[in-house]
C-alpha cells in the first residue's frame, strides 16, 4: 500500500499552492479551488512522519458525501469530486475561526475540566461534570485559526466581535448554521448507531454569501460514541468506545508524545500505520454505513493529475460563474 504524502503539480490556470496539514490546496484562476487530501496525519498540530494508505480518500468521501448531505442547511463550496481524493470547488474567503461544537465534556476539554477551569471559551461550565457527560445542550468552544507551525487558540464570542475576525451580524449567522449542522449530524450519527459527541465547521464568503468550507463530520474534525453502551459505560466510569482521530492521539499520549518542544513522535511501524488504516476504513463504514472501496494506489500523484486536468479541461466554464 502506497501513502500519497506530498504533491507539486502544475495545473492549467494555476495561480498558487497551499501545503496544509493535510491537504494541499491548488488555486486554479480567480474562483476556484482543487483540495487534494494527501494520506499525511497531524496530531497536537504536528504532522507525523508517516503517511496512511487510503486516509485521504477516506477523509474526502466522507467530506463529500455530508457537503451534499447539508446543502439545505447552509450552501457550501463543493463543485465536484473528480478523484477519490480530490474535491473542486469555490475559493471563499475563510473566517479566522473555526467554529467547534460540543455535545459532550470530552477530550481537550475535558482535560482542562479536570485542571480546574470552568469557563472555555467564555462559556461557563457546571460543577460536578464528568468525563463523557452531555451538556443540557451543544456548545460552542470557537478557536483562532492558526498559522503554520502556531496553535490554534480558544477564543471567545466576545473577543472574535471585539477584534474584528468577524463582524457580529455575520458570527451570529455562523453560530446558527454550526448548531443546525451539528444536530443534522447527529441525527445522521444516530441512524447508524453513533452519537455525534463534538466537531468542527470552518466558513467563509464567496461574493457576498456565507458558505461552509473544508471537511465535515470526518473523523479528522469530529469525535463519536458508540450509542448503544454509551449509557452503560458513563454510569460505570468506564471509557467510552469512539469513533475518531482520538486512538491516534492517545497512542501517542502513551509514548510520551504530545506537541510540546523537546517531545519525539514516537516509532511509526509498519504494524501501527496498518492498525490506523483499518481504524480508518472502520471510521468511514461506521460514520457512512457505505462499505469502502479501496481505489488503486500504484502511482496515485499520476492518477490525481489526470483526474484534475480532466475536470478542468472539461469544466473550464465552471471558473467563470
Given amino acids: 500500500m502506497n501513502a500519497l504524502t506530498s504533491t507539486e503539480f502544475s495545473f492549467p490556470g494555476q495561480t498558487n499552492v497551499y501545503h496544509g496539514k493535510v491537504r494541499d490546496v491548488y488555486f486554479i ?7 487534494v487530501a494527501t494520506d499525511r496525519i497531524s ?3 504536528v504532522v507525523l512522519p508517516q503517511g496512511i494508505p487510503y486516509k485521504g480518500q477516506i477523509l474526502n468521501q466522507i467530506a463529500a458525501k455530508f457537503l451534499n448531505a447539508t446543502r439545505d442547511i447552509v450552501p457550501n463550496w463543493l463543485l ?3 478523484d477519490p481524493m480530490v474535491s473542486v470547488g469555490y475559493r471563499c474567503e475563510g473566517y479566522p475561526v473555526e467554529m467547534i461544537v460540543r455535545g459532550y ?3 481537550s476539554a475535558w482535560r482542562a475540566y479536570k485542571a480546574g477551569v470552568r469557563e472555555i471559551c467564555g462559556v461557563k461550565l457546571p460543577e460536578g461534570m464528568r468525563e463523557n457527560e452531555k451538556f443540557p445542550t451543544p456548545i460552542i468552544t470557537p478557536t483562532t485559526k492558526a498559522e503554520i507551525g502556531t496553535h490554534d487558540e480558544d477564543i471567545s464570542r466576545e473577543e472574535i466581535i471585539a477584534r474584528g475576525l ?6 451570529a449567522l455562523l453560530e446558527k ?12 450519527a444516530q441512524r447508524q448507531g453513533l452519537l455525534l459527541v463534538d466537531t468542527k465547521y470552518e466558513f467563509g464568503n464567496y461574493k457576498g454569501q456565507v458558505m461552509l468550507m473544508d471537511e465535515v463530520h470526518t473523523p479528522d474534525s469530529s469525535r463519536y460514541f458508540y450509542a448503544e453502551d454509551y449509557a452503560e459505560r458513563f454510569a460505570a466510569g468506564k471509557p467510552q468506545r469512539q469513533l475518531s482521530k482520538e486512538f491516534v492521539r492517545e497512542w501517542l499520549m502513551e509514548n510520551g508524545f504530545q506537541g510540546k518542544a523537546g517531545q519525539q513522535v514516537p516509532e511509526m511501524t509498519q504494524a501501527i500505520v496498518g492498525s490506523i488504516t483499518d481504524r480508518y476504513v472502520e471510521l468511514y463504514e461506521g460514520i457512512t454505513g457505505d462499505k469502502f472501496v479501496k481505489e488503486q494506489t500504484t502511482d496515485l500523484a499520476k492518477r490525481i493529475e489526470t483526474n484534475i486536468c480532466a475536470y478542468l479541461t472539461n469544466h473550464s466554464s465552471v471558473k467563470h460563474q
Fill in 177 to 188: 448554521y454550526a448548531l443546525a449542522l451539528f444536530e443534522r449530524g447527529q441525527e445522521i
Fill in 29 to 35: 484562476g480567480e474562483d476556484l479551488l482543487c483540495i
Fill in 43 to 45: 496530531a497536537f498540530d
Fill in 80 to 82: 465536484a469530486t473528480p
Fill in 166 to 171: 468577524v463582524p457580529e451580524k455575520e458570527y
Fill in 105 to 107: 465534556l470530552c477530550g
